[in-house]
T-cell receptor, first 117, second 115 residues
Framework: GAVVSQHPSWVICKSGTSVKIECRSLDFQATTMFWYRQFPKQSLMLMATSNEGSKATYEQGVEKDKFLINHASLTLSTLTVTSAHPEDSSFYIC?????????????FGDGTRLSIL | GDSVTQMEGPVTLSEEAFLTINCTYT??????LFWYVQYPGEGLQLLLKATKADDKGSNKGFEATYRKETTSFHLEKGSVQVSDSAVYFCALGPNSGGSNYKLTFGKGTLLTVNP
């Protein structure tokens, strides 16, 4: 149980385009989803916390107009990288947490590798 | 603020060797502690967890005990396999279930197991 699906797993696109990444909780309802960015051989950097039906909370230094997050339902959150540039190339990972329970772990998707040419 | 300090790698072992990856933490209150594993090109998978002092989390031969007195949560396995090669992350989370529940991660330790 507690499966999180992330799509696409790999995307290559030209500079200036926008890219949307989906994160779905397949077998549970997730009040909260998290978006992380991971650079090669480094730890995860939390970008934002997404709560269903409300605006995402962004971490300091993360541009909210650059990384648009929508959490329209208890099973889906999306991250849109707008006007992507080569420096946005990275591994993006989402996670979701079971609603209503404390001490429950976050469950992670398999990540999306974004390459901007 | 909360922080996690994790043994820096890389760690290279032969198959069937004993593994220890050290993890210590700083936190207010009584956090929950986790070990996550990341295989190449994939996201993170929860390996084990402990939610209170003296709890032992275990899974797939891995173990870690929540030691409040030493603020540690070291990961151990008695006999590693080649398939255990991955990056291991220690993490802590608050014990409250609020909507802004956030994990604090260590920097990760790359483990390579040779046949």
């Amino acid at each position: 149980g507690a499966v999180v699906s992330q799509h696409p797993s790999w995307v290559i696109c030209k500079s200036g385009t926008s890219v949307k990444i989906e994160c779905r909780s397949l077998d549970f309802q997730a009040t909260t989803m998290f978006w992380y960015r991971q650079f090669p051989k480094q730890s995860l950097m939390l970008m934002a916390t997404s709560n269903e039906g409300s605006k995402a909370t962004y971490e300091q230094g993360v541009e909210k107009d650059k990384f648009l997050i929508n959490h329209a339902s208890l099973t889906l959150s999306t991250l849109t990288v707008t006007s992507a540039h080569p420096e946005d190339s990275s591994f993006y990972i989402c996670s979701a947490r079971v609603a209503g329970y404390s001490n429950q772990p976050q469950h992670f998707g398999d990540g999306t590798r974004l390459s901007i040419l | 603020g909360d922080s996690v300090t994790q043994m820096e790698g890389p760690v290279t072992l032969s198959e069937e060797a004993f593994l220890t990856i050290n993890c210590t933490y700083t936190a207010t209150g009584y956090p929950s502690l986790f070990w996550y594993v990341q295989y190449p090109g994939e996201g993170l998978q929860l390996l084990l967890k402990a939610t209170k002092a003296d709890d032992k989390g275990s899974n797939k031969g891995f173990e870690a005990t929540y030691r409040k007195e030493t603020t540690s949560f070291h990961l151990e396995k008695g006999s590693v396999q080649v398939s255990d090669s991955a990056v291991y992350f220690c993490a802590l989370g608050p014990n409250s279930g609020g909507s802004n529940y956030k994990l604090t991660f260590g920097k990760g330790t790359l483990l390579t197991v040779n046949p």
